[in-house]
């Protein structure tokens, strides 16, 4: 279950309206809903919100974050390098 600090650091990297990075994220990890379909917007504010448990979008979820942060501190070291 994602807690509000995990909800707070995941709206700090991937935006407020962080369903838009996780949705085709999730597609491409070939994660679906129980239906078989991709997650909705709403299903994903719910996961995130810590309303509707579930481990592996949980999981996808930290290592998006991590990944966009890895590649958000990369493209600030390479703006420091070349506006110097």
């Not at 509000?4 to 709206?11: M, R, W």
């Not at 491409?28 to 909705?40: M, P, Q, R, V």
């Not at 979008?57 to 974050?65: D, N, R, T």
């Amino acid at each position: 279950m994602i807690t509000e600090k995990q909800k707070q650091k995941i709206i700090e990297v991937l935006g407020k309206q962080f369903s838009r990075a996780i949705i085709p994220h999730l597609k491409k990890k070939k994660i679906f809903n129980a239906d078989g379909h991709e997650f909705s917007p709403s299903s994903i504010q719910k996961i995130v919100s810590g309303k509707q448990p579930n481990e592996a979008v949980e999981l996808e979820i930290a290592k998006l974050v991590a990944k966009v942060k890895i590649q958000k501190k990369k493209n600030q070291e390479t703006k420091n390098k070349f506006l110097r």
